[in-house]
Structure formats: structure tokens, C-alpha cells
């Protein structure tokens, strides 16, 4: 077993944004597959409940939190649940993201698409690194980060989200990069084609999300 697959270990903690549906709710299957307890983050609440009740919402090893992940003061209060809920994060998995569409001369495109889909990552390792660290003073600790093929390939057509997810990848990459020296590993997580509920309105994944994670981590 690598080191980076070492986190996958029975009573580790795993924060997942984007966790009520689609790729998010895949790791959090995996996840619980292994023994893991799970933070699910959401802006979407009845979608949480939902992803709650398929990964058990009987266990108190399962709690959920509904978070924008452009806003700051949401992360910080995220932060101080995650601490007095689990005590240590394990697994951080940076997944939130929206498809929205638009063009030049359309602001809120711009802005909402960037907040979200590159802010959110930002803020999550802002606040969440110094967590993620303490935590591999004594166990294997990973940082996964969600990409796209479209930060990588930049098609014609939607500037923000391209723009984005290329943002994204660099961003994963330094990190890599400065925690080389560190027990915490880092992951660009780019999925093969998937259907949720960001782009059809439905969670149902159909690409082997799962194996690609595997061959980044296990």
C-alpha cells in the first residue's frame, strides 16, 4: 500500500465539499467503505440529507454541514464543527464546484463561477491545512483537489469555468510541491466524463470516478 493510500484507514476523518451528490458523494462511499468518518459539505441541505441517509446516517461517525464555499466566515465556523465533531481531519477533499454559463460583458458569470469554483478551494486550504497538518504528526494525511479536463485542454466556450479549473490545477500543483517534504500528500482528482447534478440535474456517475481516484491514491 502507498503512503497516499494509507489514509483510507478505519476511524480516519474525511471533509468532503460537494459531498451531497456526483463525485463528492462517490468518495464518501469510498470513504465509508473503509471505516472513515465523514463531514459532508453542501450548500445544498436537502441533498445532504439525502447523502447522509446512503453512507448512514445512524452512525455518529457521518455528520454533514450546509456551507457556501465562497464565504470565508462559513469556513471558519466549518472549522470549529470539524474540531469539536472529530477532533482531526485526515482526508481533505476540496470537490465543490459549479457549470454555470456566460460570456464577456457578464459579471456574475465571471465572479460567481471564480468564487466558488477557485475561492472555495482557497479558503478550504487556508483553513484546513494547518488542520490537515496536525493531523500527520501521527497519521497519513492527503489533500485531493477535484479538477477538469478542461483546465487542462481550455476548450472554446466557457471562459470562467476553464479559467477556473486551470486555476485549480496550478494551485494543486505548488502545493504538491511545498508539502513534498511533509507526511501530507497531495491530489489533482480529474474525472473521466461523469453525469450529476452540476451539468443534468441527476447524481448518477457514469465513469469510473472511484478507479480514477484509486490510481491517484491507493
Given amino acids: ?5 494509507a489514509v483510507f484507514a478505519p476511524g480516519a476523518t474525511a471533509l468532503i465539499t460537494g459531498g451531497a451528490s456526483g463525485v463528492g458523494l462517490a468518495i464518501a462511499k469510498l470513504c465509508r467503505s473503509k471505516g472513515m468518518k465523514l463531514l459532508l459539505v453542501d450548500r445544498n441541505a436537502e441533498a445532504l440529507e439525502k447523502a447522509k441517509a446512503e453512507v448512514g446516517s445512524s452512525s455518529s461517525d457521518v455528520a ?18 470539524a474540531a ?12 465543490a464546484g459549479i457549470g454555470a454559463r456566460g460570456t464577456w460583458g457578464d459579471a456574475d458569470y465571471f465572479r460567481n463561477v471564480l468564487e466558488t469554483n477557485l475561492f472555495g478551494v482557497i479558503h478550504g486550504i ?6 490537515v497538518q496536525e ?28 479559467a477556473s479549473k486551470s486555476a485549480v490545477k496550478t494551485l494543486a500543483e505548488h502545493l504538491s510541491w511545498d508539502l513534498r517534504d511533509t507526511k501530507t500528500s497531495v491530489h489533482l482528482l480529474v474525472p473521466g466524463w461523469t453525469f450529476t447534478g452540476m451539468v443534468s440535474g441527476r447524481c448518477r456517475i457514469l465513469c469510473p470516478v472511484l478507479l480514477i481516484l484509486t490510481l491517484h491514491l491507493i
Avoid at 462559513?74 to 472549522?79: A, D, F, G
Avoid at 477538469?148 to 476553464?162: D, R, V
Wanted: net charge positive; hydrophobic share 35%.
Fill in 126 to 131: 487556508n483553513t484546513f491545512l494547518p488542520v
Fill in 135 to 162: 493531523a500527520a504528526k501521527s497519521r497519513p494525511t492527503s489533500v485531493v483537489i477535484t479538477g477538469s479536463k478542461q483546465g487542462i485542454t481550455n476548450p472554446p466556450g466557457n471562459p470562467a469555468y476553464n
Fill in 1 to 5: 500500500m502507498s503512503a497516499a493510500a
Fill in 64 to 81: 454533514t454541514s450546509v456551507l457556501d464555499v465562497s464565504k470565508p466566515d462559513e469556513w471558519t465556523s466549518l472549522r470549529e464543527q
Fill in 84 to 95: 469539536k465533531t472529530f477532533g482531526s481531519i485526515e482526508l481533505l477533499v476540496l470537490n
